[in-house]
């Protein structure tokens, strides 16, 4: 009976660690607050081309994907161990770009504020 309960232990924390990434696919412009959780974790963000993705609260998003499109920053935001690629990055505030973040093929234009490391 032990060796069961321990073994049903072990299997529900692997599961619970096996949880899914979700895919968010924005295809038309749209606010962070309203089709976005206010704290993302392995989220995958892919923006169609033509496509802007306002981040417009102080939202964080943790070991998140962002794909193509713009990400409009107008409010702080902060990245955590995230990956930006090919993507405009359009900031009138500052934001924030903690632990490791990977960039490849990103133009960042800054109006005001500033990016803290």
Do not use: H
């Amino acid at each position: 009976m032990k060796r069961i309960f321990g073994l049903t232990f072990m299997l529900l924390g692997f599961l619970t660690c096996l949880q899914a990434a979700t895919t968010y696919n924005i295809t038309s412009n749209t606010n962070w607050s309203s089709s976005m959780p206010s704290y993302c974790s392995d989220c995958i963000i892919n923006i169609s081309t033509g496509v802007t993705l306002t981040l417009n609260n102080s939202s964080q998003c943790y070991n998140c994907t962002f794909t193509g499109g713009t990400l409009k920053i107008t409010s702080g935001f902060a990245f955590s161990s995230s990956s930006i690629s090919n993507t405009t990055i359009n900031a009138s505030t500052s934001f924030n770009m903690w632990n490791s973040n990977s960039l490849d093929n990103v133009t960042l234009n800054m109006t005001s504020g500033s990016l803290a490391p």
